[in-house]
């Protein structure tokens, strides 16, 4: 579904991907785990086309994407769900959830309805300003406004940053849910082993802005992402 191919970005003259591959198959959790500042991040917004890629190419489902803008590649069926949860405060749940949709273009009537049912906590916080919900429940928010433009694919960058366990816990069961329901595939960026180990089916090491190594999801221990670290910078 996604295939990356030595992909170099960044920030102006500073370079923060170099070289960078990798490849996502349809129906597939992959995780990506790495310290701050090797260049998660800059990965996925990249991908969703907020960064230019300098070099290399990424194609998804079928499609050469590289210079498309990110609203075609959210309407080709990419969603993103930022570090931060990127939700509009002064705006309703109701008024963030129809507002994402109408964003690429759905007007099927009954989608607020599937959002809620996929993510029942907010049926009671439709009134109330995003702002106003505490931080776990901001971000199931920010997945539930992807989740209603029915992407194919979600880039989701560190979603248990700042929340409580119980709603991580919620989260992890969501995700399982939505993949048997909807066959959905899922690229995620985290440093909580726990939480990348729960939901992916093998995990990517990030280091200074490139892919240095693969664990299966069973090999994955906070001994061995750390080691694998210590292994590279040495």
């Known amino acids: 579904m996604l295939t990356v ?11 923060v991907l170099t070289g960078l591959s ?10 990506i785990l790495g310290h701050n500042g090797m260049g998660k991040t800059t990965l996925l917004k990249t991908l969703i086309g907020i960064l230019p890629a300098t070099a290399g190419k990424i194609t ?18 990419m969603g993103y769900v930022p570090q ?8 309703t749940v109701r008024d963030n959830l129809l507002f994402a949709a109408a964003a690429v ?4 009537s009954g989608q607020l309805e599937e959002a809620l049912d996929d993510f029942p906590r907010l049926k009671a916080y439709l009134d109330r300003p995003g702002g106003a919900l505490s931080g776990g429940e901001q971000q199931l928010l920010a997945l539930a406004r992807t989740l209603i433009q029915k992407p194919s694919i979600v880039l989701l960058d ?13 989260i ?20 909580n082993v726990d939480f990348i180990r729960a939901l992916s089916d093998r995990v990517l090491l990030i280091h200074k802005g490139t892919i240095t190594n693969e664990f299966s999801v069973d090999a994955l221990t906070d001994t061995t992402a750390m080691g694998d670290f210590s292994s590279v910078e040495h």
Do not use: C, W
């Not at 931060?84 to 705006?91: A, H, Q, V």
């Not at 273009?105 to 099927?108: S, T, V």
């Not at 979603?159 to 119980?166: D, F, H, K, N, V």
């Open 105 to 108: 273009g759905a007007r099927r």
């Open 5 to 15: 191919e030595n992909l170099d970005s960044g920030y102006g003259s500073i370079p």
């Open 172 to 191: 992890v069961d969501q995700m399982k849910g939505l993949r048997q329901r909807r066959g959905l595939t899922i690229l995620l960026v985290e440093q």
């Open 22 to 31: 990798l490849s996502v198959s349809q129906g597939e959790f992959v995780g």
């Open 158 to 170: 560190e979603p248990t940053e700042g929340i409580q366990p119980s709603i991580i816990d919620e």
């Open 84 to 91: 931060g949860r990127g939700i509009l405060p002064g705006l």
């Open 60 to 77: 998804f489902a079928g499609n050469v994407i590289t210079s498309a803008p990110a609203h075609r590649r959210a309407r080709a069926g």
